[in-house]
């Protein structure tokens, strides 16, 4: 890395910390920050080794940083984390395509998911996602609960099994859960089918079993509170009950990659995105 470098890697720094302290309400929880706070760390670490050509012998990556101004600015603008921090990240691309080796290049592309998961836009801005998982996981308990004989009225995201009133509120909306599953799924995705096209469907995947952890999390919350208490279902139960489920959903997640990583015979390697 040469004085550029320096500079550049400089400037992203103090845009990113420009994107992090703009709203801060998403710091307020450990379980928002940490996944967050790892994404860019585990992003450095599968990237490496950092082999950047000789100044002077870099490409041309003047499209994907003109985009990455042109988002930033838009996200200025329309005061969206999601386009700051897609921004951003293609500022960070049109550094790296530059001055990375190319096939370092080709390597370290596959994992920009993960600068984009490093920036709260999906706490600040994930409604939308959280009022959808919220209200699949209310009709999947729902479900649940009439198939194993109990009476079930579902309206929105409040249920009413054997007359004990739950609702689904945006404790429940499994953000959280996405997010962690994402960061971490994406690197044991990378470690074990970084190299094959079946890659790209880890991702899919991976918002799948987010949301089937959220699920089964508001389950397992109605059970408890119909087995034991509406008091313990909402007490510490709901805190490690939730992370339970999505380190349960994250080991099958392990699983899977492995197998899949067994019959390497069968994967063509991906030789171009």
Known sequence: ???????????LLGLAALIWGRDLSWTATAENTAPIAAALPVFWWLGRPWRFRPQGEGGSSVRTLGAGV?????GVGLDLTFLLSLGWVLLLAGWLSAR????????VRRLLILPLLAFPWIA?????????FRLSGAWATQSFFSLAGFAVERDGTFLLVQGLPMRVDAACAGL???QSM???GTGVAYLYLGGHSRYWW?????VSLAWLANALRIMALGAAALTVSPEFAMGAFHH???WLVLCLMFALCWLMFARLQRERGALAPDGAD
């Not at 890395?1 to 400037?11: E, H, P, R, V």
């Not at 600040?124 to 959808?132: C, H, K, T, Y």
């Not at 880890?202 to 991976?206: E, M, N, R």
């Open 100 to 107: 990375l080796e190319a096939e370092r290049w080709r390597a």
């Open 124 to 132: 600040l801005e994930g409604d939308r996602i959280g009022w959808w």
């Open 182 to 184: 994402l960061i971490a």
């Open 1 to 11: 890395m040469g004085a550029k470098d320096y500079g550049f890697a400089g400037l």
């Open 70 to 74: 042109l988002l930033f600015l838009a």
């Open 202 to 206: 880890s991702f899919p995947l991976l």
């Open 240 to 242: 490690w009950g939730g």
């Open 176 to 178: 959280n859960e996405l």
